[in-house]
């Protein structure tokens, strides 16, 4: 081969290389568009998100008959609460976008029958993050507010401090910062839609043969254990709210054990059709299985 060949074949090796990473820019910018033009709608419609974000809050305070007020501690902490407000909502607006401009880069590397495989789990993945945001703003940020605000100490008149003749009786009531509130909701909604990936999350590993049925039945007692420790991480120390999380994770995890058993299934009898696994096959790798 002679010299004046191998800068043309390096040419010929790097320019596929140098248009996938022109498209992955493109891919980029584009995402990046999407992400500041719903920022900036969200930015001019901050207030009345926010004040939507307080309904559980609100709803609370209005059931003790208390006002519900909030409070800047900073100067600039109305402007930050503004921009959380629509980062979060930028993010959610642009994220069709996003997901759509991802695949467009992974899908012409995959055959016909993995897009077929990986499709369906970009569609269920921000339909299960909505689903578990939505449980955790109309069901455990009502529990967890309701909790909380149980705390509150009211001075009835009349009442005379003991150990302090004509002191005004003590009252410990709720004045909250704005964005110490938006940082607790946005919280319990980030950690409740990533915990409702959890099917999408072991179905697309059992897909890829990472997990299995059987190993996902014999790890039922590490699986209570892990869910446990979350709740106890990402809800409030109330009994309540810690029981509704590990009830509904706990679901999603069986949910996940029959979806991971029914893509075995399916896989087997793929493979069964195309002469590719028998019988014989079936029965070692089940006594693998039940050696592990």
């Known amino acids: 081969m002679s010299p004046t060949n191998r800068p043309d074949e ?3 090796q790097s320019a596929p290389l140098i248009e996938h990473l022109a498209e992955l820019r493109s891919r980029l910018i584009k995402s990046v568009l999407a992400f500041v033009v719903g920022m900036v709608m969200c930015f001019t419609v901050a207030t009345p998100i926010f004040n939507f974000l307080t309904a559980p809050l609100c709803d609370a305070l209005a059931s003790r008959g ?15 609460v503004a921009i959380k407000v629509s980062l979060l909502g930028g993010f959610m607006l642009a994220f069709p976008v996003i997901a759509g401009q991802m695949w467009r880069f992974v899908a012409p590397g995959l055959y016909r029958s993995e897009k077929n495989a990986f499709l369906p789990f970009l569609v269920a993945s921000p339909f299960m993050f909505l689903l578990g945001a939505s449980f955790a703003f109309y069901v455990v ?12 100490q009211f001075g009835a008149s009349g009442e005379v401090v003991e150990g302090v003749p004509g002191a005004a009786p003590l009252s410990v009531v709720f004045q909250g910062s704005a964005q110490e509130y938006l940082n607790l909701t946005i919280k319990f909604i980030v950690a409740f839609g990533l915990c409702f990936q959890l099917p999408v999350l072991l179905t697309l590993m059992g897909k890829a043969g990472l997990v299995s049925e059987k190993g996902l039945r014999a790890g039922r007692k590490w699986a ?24 509904v994770v706990y679901g999603l995890y069986e949910i996940s054990i029959r979806l991971v058993g029914h893509v075995e299934r399916k896989r087997n009898e793929e493979l069964r059709r195309e002469g590719l696994l028998d019988e014989d ?3 070692f790798e089940d006594e693998l299985e039940d050696e592990k």
């Not at 800047?72 to 902490?77: A, K, Y």
């Not at 309540?240 to 590990?246: K, N, S």
């Open 141 to 152: 940020t009502p529990l967890a507010y309701n909790f909380f605000l149980g705390f509150q």
């Open 66 to 80: 208390q006002d519900c007020d909030l409070i800047f501690i900073s100067p600039q902490e109305g402007f930050f």
């Open 10 to 12: 390096i040419e010929d």
């Open 281 to 283: 096959d079936e029965i």
């Open 224 to 247: 209570i254990v892990g869910i446990l420790t979350l709740a106890a991480l990402v809800t409030p120390p109330d009994v309540i709210t810690q029981v509704i999380l590990f009830v």
